[in-house]
């Protein structure tokens, strides 16, 4: 066995291990599944009440017990019929070997517990070297919300107790910079269940944030020659018939709502608002290429078993925008958007990424040569880039190739940023072309991208990448003033009201306590800078700055603070 395997074996029989644990403590559970995943394994059980956090010890203990007993793994092959008596009580079990196509199934058996279960396993229990059961968690009988609801411990485990330990380590780490808990500690977003799974309000810490990226990527994609549309957030539904949408992705939509007898749904997408302002006029070569951006607000249904925190939502906005342009232009607009993608990127932070290609899927609509010529594009650029990437073979949309661009969050998994999509597809169904110089009418390339994506990932992403330490020209309070005692109030104010003026997010805090208690606040808060007015600052007209790295710039005339930080805002560092 490979040493990927050995630990997949390893991880999936400490969960036989834990579920013979519970068994010893709960004799009447009964037993879902229990496999192996990344760095771990769970078991799920239907248990007589539930769990608490103080019983992972108690039951941590029992199977470090059963792993010094050193117990063999025992396989056999028996017939249907009794495996349906050996497991007559346990319910889940039962509805598994209803499925088994095979009338032989497997067990594997160990101390007190048997399991159905088709391996592999280690030789024997002492073979699982590190483990520890880090969560409970509720989880539905087969992810179906119908189901009974069952109780799911989470453990994990490594082949020695230091690989352990650094997993631990990594993951305490990891929780620091968790953006739930930030976002509430730094009081930036809420996801209150009021509204319903999945749906964002930003907090004016979140929205200066938020505006602050908002500005940035307006006077980009004006720069790089794009324009800005505006489209609603429901359409009819003879629309998302013509786009394809009630066609292919209807279970990702909410269910329509009647205004004056007909049928309107929700956006999921917009596409199909730009191709109608495309249609608007008619077209010609001269025009094209056509770059229309939109911060556009989407609503889609996600399961709420998958709904987490910013990084899965059901409303968001994505920072989309469509690309229309003639087969001569295909090569240098990919370019460009691939170009424009990582500058927003690496401003916003992010230098570490995974890409991905993904090609032609054997259900493609569309002219072959077309597809050849897209993929060849993209694959081009991603090289002149020397970018690393994986080829996803058949891993394109049926309507055409695209490139990903995935960040990993602070538990290192990958959250797909930039997508890069040609359709071919919508410009047949809207029917879209321009006339060319040859005064005959040609269909357009079409390219959706966004670049950050949705910016509720992104921003999640976000506050991990800088564990809620935002660069100054993001973060939502730039400066911190803080008066020494009640009398400098005056010149604080006075300060405060000339940063502002020149477009500083300033707040002052006038409280009656001591300064060292404020500046540990302002720390908290991460604030990038704290300026601190005493008897002889407010006599000079001047300040005595502290950054958030806790480095002491010199006494200085206000002036000359204004343009240290202005000039950092402007350099987004
Ligand atoms: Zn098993
Ligand atoms: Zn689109």
Redesign the pocket.
Known sequence: MSEENNLKAMRHSASHVMAEAVLSIFPDAKFAIGPAIEDGFYYDFDLPRTLTPDDLPVIEKKMGEIVKADLPFKHREISKAEAKKLFSDQPYKLELIEEIADDKVGVYEQGNFIDLCRGPHVKSTGEIKAFKLTSIAGAYWRGDEHNAMLQRIYGVAFGSQKELDDYLARLEEAKKRDHRKLGKELDLFIIPEEIGGGLVIYTPKGGRIRTAAEDFWRQEHYANGYEILYTPHIGLSKLWEKSGHLDFYKDDMYAPMTIDEQEYYLKP???PF?MLAYKSQLRSYRDLPLRWAELGTVYRYERSGVLSGLMRVRGFTQD???IICTPEQMNSEVSEVLRFSLYMLNTFGFKDFKVYLSTRPSDAIGDEKRWEDAQEALRRVIEENKLKYEVDEGGGAFYGPKIDIKIEDALGREWQATTI?F?FN?PERFDMVYVGADGKEHRPY?I??ALLGAWERFFGLLIEHYAGAFPTWLAPVQVKIIPVADRHNEQAKKVAAELKGRGIRVETDYRSERMNLKIRQAQMEKIPYMVVIGDKEAADNTVSVRKRSGEQLPVQPLTSFIEIVTAEIDSKE
């Open positions: 997408m917009n596409c730009h989309d925008a469509h999509q359709d919508e079409m959706h991208r």
